[in-house]
């Protein structure tokens, strides 16, 4: 009844992790929480990547696992941790569609993804392929949380939620991209980060607060 | 020998379930650093409700009378179709688990309306409550009951149990989202504490009291019985579902069933402590806060589902 | 070697003007690694015509017909813009809206941002001009927010998530791209997206997955040249930032983002065998036409005007490409050179003319013409240029666009006709006061910069009436490269 390979499974136990963590993700209305499901995002990255490093024998899936405890692990989860303290933002708001429909929403989208990503399952021969739908749904997931919240910061976990989407994704489907193109990758992140939060203060500074209504009122007049 | 095991069912059921909601109680108590009530305080209680005369409100209809019997023999029928010590059932083979979820909501509907019968303000507020709240949580346990289904190809329960206890040990994601659904759906079933709290009767939050207010005496008693049988059936039906190990089967005959009944108790205990350990660390949620609980678990339900249909797992 | 110092200028200009970029002279230094820039592209443009393609660094790089003439020209219009850039942030100094400290973020950013457009244009690897553009997007976020004002904050707020949003489907569709590669060029997976091998196995690549990767790299990198509706960041980012950046952005940026386009619509169609690809790129380019144009009239500050005659004349071109041919790819390219030259001229005009009246809205723009002679003919002239009246370059590409559209895809004509037509009217209605009315502005205390924006329309100007013939052969081994139906 069960023909898969132990360490197959325990690569399908990690997806479905990932899968469920986008939920809670769009779930949670505490910033630090998001900040800490991220970390934990980035955790099961890490061990998903090391499981295959050690199945597939290659060597840059080592770098990558590398990359991705540094940055993903430790680096931007501390990051946001110290702006949230700094910039004393705590709570989103409550978010433009309520939870329920959120998460009925986000249902749909991962029957979406799953679908969008049959095709591609099928003509990949890597032992995650299975994953490649829920790598779609968690960068929906990610995307429709972008869109539903209004904070700043949280908007700022989806992107970088997204981002691990999009590495699960590439990871799955072909074991990873080639290394120069991760490192370059990796860079964007730790750069795009590190803009973010010169923006934030400059946010801060203008609009005393961080709710996203404020940066409204460039719209086509009359 | 069949027969045996579901008299004995049955029986271990009806004897056992107050004594789970003492241990639950209990646990609860050394948890919250208080002095613990006896094990034996719900049979006591039952015991004293049935010596009591019985009271019931002028404008009570027949209903009312009639509500605690077919509550309590709806929770009993339960008892029996559930494998809780053996699959080799008699009764099981009248009704699936989808029969099951329909007996439930029986009793479900029977209590609401015997609450709303009397007329006050808190009975049909109670029912009013009661109602939503199963709204939302049946079609999350159907959900969970599809996905075990799903892996074992049947919606007989005792065929899903032995199925799902003969296969390797393996990870599964689905079984795993769908046992943390179940759980979030016991909670909300048996008035547990991040949606009802039992032990109160604080009227804006309460719901399964509010019900019970205008009974008394034995219709109380049964009520309360009741109550204690469907925590037990949950716990059993959660047992079949996703810790069905070492329940006697044809393969494993009498002896198999001298094994199942400790093993049940080993359960049980378990998850009373578990019960007791979710109760104590979660906070009451408001009460329009619940839909959004009972939304969650019918998510984690279908996302188990769709990771059962996606992955094979 | 060449090619060594063209990507090294302007990173190097980067790390010193970071360091430098607030003392007095810095904003000559700016020019100074802009201009070594644009010679280094002048050497490497003469080394490419002479002996043909070049691939460098382990394959990582390359010029070929299609990407140098685009470094040129971006080294070109870099170059230029810092000239402008010289007196517009002294005055920007002088009325206090930049400190030294942002004075030396821009400039170091400004050489980052020339840097990250180079390699976006000139790299081999496919997942290397993903990160490039990335950075491009990453090292102007801070320049549209370099004023600090809360509609320039939003402007950046809006530029980086939409960017970082769209870009991220580019790298989903760049991952999806590998994928199929991989299959195919098998054992040798680190060159799987490298272009010149991608392009050599395209008709072998697996054609569904191909075509979800180009929707999703169309999306992506569609939202960076602005292609409606995905190009909401770019009137804002256009208007709120200083304006030599709205001058690059909209000169230089959108160019690059349309090379990555058609470079992954070479290998989708290579691979479907289907006009699929083209039709995509033709509807987003009629939309953005159309809808730019229309949103052209309701426009009162005057970079948005022009952002969204950028958004319109992306629209063109992408069209253009989304038909393909020789002809259509020729007149592409042509309009990619004309408009970049013109945009920016205008721009910098923009600029000055912002600068006299203390405003960017229309209506308290006026008279240019007594004021400063040279700054008001500069603006008309560059507005009659970028409305294709003849004899400038615009008029040229257009019409070769419109002809050929008129043979290949007559429906498509009489919708462009009435988009270019709307827009002529919108902005030379606005324009025309602007310029001959009764004046309202200030002396400035810095001399303009004119020499980039005469400069600009001249060379238009003779590409109107003249196109030398090594850039004419040089434009069709490149429309040959691109292909198409």
């Given at each position: 009844?069960?023909?898969?390979?132990?360490?197959?499974?325990l690569?399908?136990?990690?997806?479905?992790?990932?899968?469920?963590?986008?939920?809670?993700?769009?779930?949670q209305?505490?910033?630090?929480?998001l900040?800490?499901?991220?970390?934990?995002?980035?955790?099961?990255?890490?061990?998903?990547?090391?499981?295959?490093?050690?199945r597939t024998g290659?060597?840059?899936?080592?770098?990558?696992?590398?990359?991705?405890?540094?940055?993903?692990?430790?680096?931007l989860?501390?990051?946001?941790?110290?702006?949230?303290?700094?910039?004393?933002?705590?709570?989103?708001?409550?978010?433009?569609?309520?939870?329920?429909?959120?998460?009925?929403?986000?249902?749909?989208?991962?029957?979406?993804?799953?679908?969008?990503?049959?095709?591609i399952?099928?003509?990949?021969?890597?032992?995650?392929?299975?994953?490649i739908?829920?790598?779609?749904?968690?960068?929906?997931?990610?995307?429709l949380?972008?869109?539903?919240?209004?904070?700043?910061?949280?908007?700022?976990?989806?992107?970088?939620?997204?981002?691990?989407?999009?590495?699960?994704?590439?990871?799955?489907?072909?074991?990873?991209?080639?290394?120069?193109?991760e490192?370059?990758?990796?860079?964007?992140?730790?750069?795009?980060?590190?803009?973010l939060?010169?923006?934030?203060?400059?946010?801060?500074?203008?609009?005393?607060?961080?709710?996203?209504?404020?940066?409204e009122?460039l719209?086509?007049?009359r | 020998?069949?027969?045996l095991?579901?008299?004995?069912?049955?029986?271990?059921?009806?004897?056992?379930?107050?004594?789970?909601?003492?241990?639950?109680?209990?646990?609860?108590?050394?948890?919250?650093?208080?002095?613990?009530?006896?094990?034996?305080?719900?049979?006591r209680?039952?015991?004293?409700?049935?010596?009591?005369?019985?009271?019931i409100?002028?404008?009570?209809?027949?209903?009312?009378?009639?509500?605690?019997?077919?509550?309590?023999?709806?929770?009993?029928?339960?008892?029996?179709?559930?494998?809780?010590m053996g699959?080799?059932l008699?009764?099981?083979?009248?009704?699936?688990?989808?029969?099951?979820?329909?007996?439930?909501?029986?009793?479900?509907?029977?209590?609401?309306?015997?609450?709303?019968?009397?007329?006050?303000?808190?009975?049909?507020?109670?029912?009013r409550?009661?109602?939503?709240?199963?709204?939302?949580?049946?079609?999350?346990?159907?959900?969970v009951?599809?996905?075990?289904?799903?892996?074992?190809?049947?919606?007989?329960?005792p065929?899903?149990?032995?199925?799902?206890?003969?296969?390797?040990?393996?990870?599964?994601?689905?079984?795993?989202?769908?046992?943390?659904?179940?759980?979030?759906?016991?909670?909300?079933?048996?008035?547990?504490?991040?949606v009802?709290?039992?032990?109160?009767?604080?009227e804006?939050?309460m719901?399964?009291?509010?019900?019970?207010?205008?009974?008394?005496?034995?219709?109380?008693?049964?009520m309360?019985?009741?109550?204690?049988l469907?925590?037990?059936?949950?716990?059993?039906i959660?047992?079949?579902?996703?810790?069905?190990?070492?329940?006697?089967?044809?393969?494993?005959?009498?002896?198999?069933?001298?094994?199942?009944?400790?093993l049940?108790?080993?359960?049980?205990?378990?998850?009373?402590?578990?019960?007791?350990?979710?109760?104590?660390?979660?906070?009451?949620l408001?009460?329009?806060?619940?839909p959004?609980?009972?939304?969650?678990?019918f998510?984690?339900?279908v996302?188990?589902?769709?990771?059962?249909?996606?992955?094979?797992? | 070697?060449?090619?060594?110092?063209?990507?090294?200028?302007?990173?190097?200009?980067?790390?010193?003007?970071?360091?430098?970029g607030?003392?007095?002279?810095?904003?000559?230094?700016?020019?100074?690694?802009?201009?070594?820039?644009?010679?280094?592209?002048?050497?490497?443009?003469?080394?490419?015509?002479?002996?043909?393609?070049?691939?460098?660094?382990r394959?990582?790089?390359?010029i070929?017909?299609?990407?140098?003439?685009?470094v040129?020209?971006?080294?070109f219009?870099?170059?230029?813009?810092?000239l402008?850039?010289?007196?517009y942030m002294?005055?920007?100094?002088?009325?206090?809206?930049?400190?030294?400290?942002?004075?030396r973020?821009?400039?170091?950013?400004?050489?980052?941002?020339?840097?990250?457009?180079?390699?976006?244009?000139?790299?081999?690897?496919?997942?290397?001009?993903?990160?490039?553009?990335?950075a491009a997007?990453?090292?102007t976020?801070?320049?549209?927010?370099?004023?600090?004002?809360?509609?320039?904050?939003?402007?950046?707020?809006?530029?980086?998530?939409?960017?970082?949003?769209?870009?991220a489907?580019?790298?989903?569709?760049t991952?999806?791209?590998?994928?199929?590669?991989?299959?195919?060029?098998?054992?040798?997976?680190?060159?799987?997206l490298?272009?010149?091998?991608?392009?050599?196995?395209?008709?072998?690549l697996?054609?569904?997955?191909?075509?979800?990767?180009?929707?999703?790299?169309?999306?992506?990198?569609g939202?960076?040249?602005?292609?409606?509706?995905?190009?909401?960041?770019?009137?804002?980012a256009?208007?709120?930032?200083?304006?030599?950046?709205?001058?690059?952005?909209?000169?230089?940026?959108?160019?690059?983002?349309v090379?990555?386009?058609?470079?992954?619509?070479?290998?989708?169609?290579?691979?479907?065998?289907?006009?699929?690809?083209?039709?995509?790129?033709?509807?987003?380019?009629?939309?953005s036409?159309?809808?730019?144009?229309l949103?052209?009239?309701?426009?009162?500050?005057?970079?948005?005007?022009?952002?969204?005659?950028?958004?319109?004349?992306?629209?063109?071109?992408?069209?253009?490409?989304?038909?393909?041919?020789?002809?259509?790819n020729?007149?592409?390219?042509l309009?990619?050179?004309?408009?970049?030259?013109?945009?920016?001229?205008?721009?910098?005009?923009?600029?000055?003319?912002?600068?006299?009246?203390?405003s960017?809205?229309?209506?308290?723009?006026?008279?240019?013409?007594?004021?400063?002679?040279t700054v008001?003919?500069?603006?008309?002239?560059?507005?009659?240029?970028?409305?294709?009246?003849?004899?400038?370059?615009?008029?040229?590409?257009?019409?070769?666009?419109?002809?050929?559209?008129?043979?290949?895809?007559p429906?498509?004509t009489?919708?462009?006709?009435?988009?270019?037509?709307?827009?002529?009217?919108a902005?030379?209605?606005?324009?025309?006061?602007?310029?001959?009315g009764?004046?309202?502005?200030?002396?400035?205390?810095?001399?303009?910069?004119?020499?980039?924006?005469?400069?600009?329309?001249?060379?238009?100007?003779?590409?109107?009436?003249?196109?030398?013939?090594?850039?004419?052969?040089w434009?069709?081994t490149?429309?040959?490269?691109?292909?198409?139906?």
């Open positions: 009844m069960n023909p898969m390979p132990f360490d197959v499974q690569l399908n136990a990690l997806s479905a992790l990932l899968l469920l963590l986008a939920f809670a993700m769009l779930s209305r505490r910033i630090v929480t900040v800490s499901l991220l970390a934990v995002q980035g955790v099961l990255l890490l061990a998903a990547t090391l499981l295959l490093a050690w290659e060597t840059h899936l080592y770098f990558s696992a590398a990359l991705t405890l540094g940055l993903k692990v430790i680096f989860p501390w990051v946001l941790y110290r702006l949230i303290r700094r910039l004393g933002v705590y709570w989103d708001s409550e978010p433009l569609i309520n939870i329920p429909g959120t998460m009925l929403i986000g249902l749909l989208i991962v029957v979406f993804a799953f679908g969008l990503a049959q095709p399952s099928e003509l990949a021969s890597t032992a995650t392929r299975s994953a739908g829920i790598a779609v749904a968690v960068i929906l997931l990610s995307f949380m972008m869109i539903t919240r209004r904070k700043a910061m949280s908007q700022v976990v989806g992107f970088l939620s997204m981002e691990n989407g999009l590495f699960f994704g590439a990871m799955s489907a072909t074991y990873g991209m080639p290394m120069i193109v490192l370059g990758v990796a860079l964007d992140v730790l750069v795009a980060m590190l803009v939060g010169v923006f934030f203060f400059q946010i801060r500074e203008q609009f005393d607060s961080l709710d996203l209504h404020h940066l009122s719209k086509e007049k | 020998m069949a027969w095991t579901q008299i004995l069912e049955v029986l271990a059921a009806l004897v056992a379930a107050p004594l789970f909601l003492g241990w639950v109680n209990k646990c609860r108590a050394w948890l919250q650093n208080r002095s613990a009530p006896s094990l034996l305080q719900p049979y209680g039952i015991r004293k409700l049935f010596f009591k005369d019985a009271v409100a002028e404008n009570a209809s027949p209903l009312f009378r009639l509500a605690p019997y077919v509550v309590f023999g709806a929770m009993v029928l339960a008892a029996a179709i559930i494998p809780s699959t080799r008699p009764f099981s083979s009248a009704a699936d688990a989808i029969a099951l979820v329909g007996l439930l909501a029986t009793a479900r509907v029977f209590q609401s309306l015997a609450a709303m019968d009397v007329g006050t303000a808190f009975g049909s507020l109670g029912a409550r009661e109602m939503m709240i199963g709204f939302l949580a049946e079609p999350a346990l159907l959900m009951i599809f996905v075990a289904s799903l892996i074992s190809a049947t919606t007989a329960l065929v899903i149990s032995e199925r799902l206890a003969v296969q390797s040990v393996g990870l599964y994601p689905s079984l795993a989202f769908t046992a943390v659904a179940f759980t979030m759906v016991l909670l909300a079933e048996n008035a547990r504490i991040p009802d709290n039992p032990a109160t009767h604080l804006l939050t719901i399964h009291e509010a019900m019970l207010l205008e009974y008394s005496a034995r219709h109380l008693a049964l309360e019985w009741a109550a204690a469907k925590l037990f059936n949950y716990a059993c959660g047992f079949a579902l996703f810790v069905p190990w070492g329940v006697s089967t044809t393969a494993t005959g009498p002896a198999g069933l001298l094994f199942a009944i400790p049940l108790a080993a359960k049980l205990a378990v998850a009373g402590v578990g019960l007791a350990l979710i109760e104590t660390l979660s906070a009451k408001r009460v329009f806060r619940a959004e609980f009972l939304a969650t678990a998510l984690l339900a996302l188990g589902l769709l990771v059962r249909l996606l992955l094979g797992s | 070697m060449e090619f060594l110092l063209l990507l090294g200028t302007p990173l190097v200009g980067a790390a010193a003007l970071a360091v430098w607030a003392r007095p002279r810095a904003p000559e230094l700016n020019v100074v690694f802009s201009l070594a820039t644009f010679l280094a592209a002048c050497a490497l443009t003469v080394r490419v015509i002479g002996e043909g393609e070049l691939i460098v660094a394959e990582q790089f390359f070929d017909a299609f990407n140098v003439f685009l040129a020209l971006t080294a219009v870099g170059f230029t813009t810092s402008f850039s010289r007196p002294r005055v920007e100094m002088e009325h206090g809206r930049v400190t030294p400290r942002r004075l973020l821009y400039h170091s950013m400004y050489q980052l941002f020339m840097a990250t457009m180079l390699i976006a244009l000139t790299t081999n690897n496919l997942g290397l001009l993903w990160v490039a553009m990335e997007t990453l090292s976020v801070l320049l549209v927010t370099l004023y600090r004002t809360p509609a320039s904050l939003e402007a950046g707020w809006k530029y980086f998530i939409l960017c970082g949003v769209g870009i489907q580019a790298l989903f569709g991952i999806l791209l590998y994928f199929a590669a991989e299959s195919v060029l098998g054992v040798e997976g680190v060159n799987a490298l272009w010149t091998h991608l392009d050599s196995v395209k008709g072998d697996e054609p569904t997955v191909l075509s979800l990767a180009f929707v999703f790299l169309l999306v992506g990198y939202t960076k040249v602005g292609l409606a509706p995905l190009h909401n960041w770019l009137p804002d256009h208007a709120e930032g200083p304006t030599p950046i709205s001058a690059v952005l909209s000169g230089l940026l959108l160019n690059v983002a090379y990555a386009v058609v470079r992954c619509k070479v290998l989708a169609e290579g691979a479907l065998r289907s006009d699929l690809p083209s039709q995509m790129l033709m509807g987003f380019g009629l939309l036409v159309m809808l730019a144009a949103f052209l009239w309701r426009q009162r500050d005057i970079k948005r005007l022009f952002a969204y005659s950028s958004i319109e004349h992306m629209g063109i071109i992408t069209f253009a490409f989304g038909m393909g041919g020789p002809v259509a020729f007149a592409a390219l309009h990619m050179t004309v408009h970049s030259l013109t945009k920016s001229a205008i721009f910098f005009a923009v600029g000055h003319a912002a600068q006299k009246a203390g960017q809205l229309m209506e308290n723009i006026r008279g240019l013409v007594t004021l400063s002679p008001g003919w500069g603006l008309m002239l560059g507005s009659i240029a970028i409305l294709g009246i003849p004899p400038f370059g615009v008029f040229a590409s257009e019409f070769l666009i419109l002809t050929t559209a008129m043979k290949e895809q429906w498509a009489p919708i462009l006709l009435f988009a270019l037509g709307i827009a002529f009217a902005i030379f209605g606005r324009v025309q006061p602007m310029v001959f009764e004046p309202t502005a200030k002396r400035l205390p810095h001399p303009p910069a004119l020499i980039p924006v005469f400069t600009h329309l001249a060379i238009v100007l003779v590409l109107g009436v003249f196109i030398p013939p090594y850039l004419a052969d434009y069709r490149a429309a040959q490269l691109i292909g198409g139906p």
